[in-house]
Antibody, heavy 122, light 108 residues
Framework: QVQLQESGPGLVKPSQTLSLTCTVS??????????WSWIRQHPGKGLEWIGY???????YYNPSLKSRVTISVDTSKNQFSLKLSSVTAADTAVYYCAREVRSILYNWFDPWGQGTLVTVSS | SSELTQDPAVSVALGQTVRITCQGD??????ASWYQQKPGQAPVLVIY???NRPSGIPDRFSGSSSGNTASLTITGAQAEDEADYYC???????????FGTGTKVTVL
């Protein structure tokens, strides 16, 4: 079955760019039909949707983060990536990647990666 | 409004039934999906679409919707159901994903 795995630095300095990669195994991003998403969870808090990318490269971002977020895809490596610029301590969170199904009436995320904690600190 | 509101916490006696609700204007247009999250673990999908369970999710989990409210019901709660539960849908534009505020379920 499809599995997702996040990777990237666990510590980022303030004002720098957070970069994470999600590697997809057991299925191909290029097959289409799914939206590849990033979601984060601040310590002890709820889930926040960051954005998604389709295999074609089309994206949609949470308006609250849009000015700082870039999501890209590398179909040759079966990976998609998140970049979040100008980070502050408020960006400290567990970051998850997930596969999203979307249709006219519904959407859901399944599966999820295990999550990776990113701490913003000098 | 694009928010999804859930009760912060509910408790249920072992073997009894608990319903978790999720309220938001966008739920008049879109179905909610539901996720279970245990401490230190990633969320797991438990209900999607009108009332569908992924493979491996017990049939004691069910979903429903009416007006601006979506509900997740656990019929015959087990100790292993103690977790945080989140609903998810989209905002009224249909583009932005939105998660509920989360409900902590305690099984007594």
């Amino acid at each position: 079955q499809v599995q997702l795995q996040e990777s990237g630095p666990g510590l980022v300095k303030p004002s720098q760019t957070l970069s994470l990669t999600c590697t997809v195994s057991g299925g191909s991003i290029s097959s289409g039909g799914y939206y590849w998403s990033w979601i984060r969870q601040h310590p002890g808090k709820g889930l926040e949707w960051i954005g998604y990318i389709y295999y074609s490269g089309s994206t949609y971002y949470n308006p609250s983060l849009k000015s700082r977020v870039t999501i890209s895809v590398d179909t040759s490596k079966n990976q998609f990536s998140l970049k979040l610029s100008s980070v502050t301590a408020a960006d400290t969170a567990v970051y998850y990647c997930a596969r999203e199904v979307r249709s006219i009436l519904y959407n859901w995320f399944d599966p999820w990666g295990q999550g990776t904690l990113v701490t913003v600190s000098s | 409004s694009s928010e999804l509101t859930q009760d912060p916490a509910v408790s249920v006696a072992l073997g009894q039934t608990v319903r978790i609700t999720c309220q938001g204007d966008s739920l008049r247009s879109y179905y909610a999906s539901w996720y279970q999250q245990k401490p230190g673990q990633a969320p797991v999908l438990v209900i999607y679409g009108k009332n569908n369970r992924p493979s491996g999710i017990p049939d004691r989990f069910s979903g429903s919707s009416s007006g601006n409210t979506a509900s997740l019901t656990i019929t015959g709660a087990q100790a292993e159901d103690e977790a945080d539960y989140y609903c998810n849908s989209r905002d009224s534009s249909g583009n932005r994903g939105v998660f509920g505020t989360g409900t902590k379920v305690t099984v007594l």
